[in-house]
Every structure is written in C-alpha cells, then in structure tokens.
C-alpha cells in the first residue's frame, strides 16, 4: 500500500506541475485550474489512503465540513464565481 501512496504522490505533483504550465495564457487557464485541482484531489487522497488506520476520522471529517461550509457561506447568489474570489484575495490583501 505504501508503493501505491507513493506513485499517487507521484502523479498529483506531475498533474499540479502540469496544471500550472497551464496557467500561463488565457485559452489555456481553465484547463490548466482544472488539472491542478484534480491534482490536488489526487494529493488529498493519497494522504486519507496513507493514514486510513487514524482513530481521528470524527475529527478529520469535522474539518472537512467546517471548511466546506464556511466557503460555500461566502458565496454570494448571481455573483459570478471568478469575481468572488478576486475579491476575496484582494481583500486579504490590505
């Protein structure tokens, strides 16, 4: 099993790698988010396979919630997804 962690790892850096190449000219961009993403998901369960013997899973799925809750909160009806998030890193910007 730790053979398989490992090449996982292996493809969810190649991926985001690649996915971020993607990212340097706009007919490409989207592509390139959506292949660092799957990476990343990738990444994510590479490491839920590597610890899959934790007696912390209350805990690691409470995270996951708390996170995806308070993100979908922020999300603001007919307000397009891309200006949401340039607004959100302007603001943490100042």
Known sequence: ???LV????????????????????P???VRGN???AAGMAVAVIATLIAIRHTENWPLI????????V?????????RPWV???Q???ADSAV
């Open 34 to 36: 959506w292949i660092a």
């Open 70 to 78: 308070l993100e979908v909160g922020q999300v603001q009806p007919g």
């Open 6 to 25: 490992a090449v996982l790892y292996i493809v969810a850096f190649a991926m985001f790698i690649y996915g971020l190449m993607g990212l340097t000219g």
């Open 83 to 85: 200006t949401y998030v």
């Open 61 to 68: 799925i409470a995270g996951l919630l708390v996170g995806v």
């Open 27 to 29: 007919k490409t961009a």
């Open 87 to 89: 607004k959100r890193h």
């Open 1 to 3: 099993m730790n053979n």
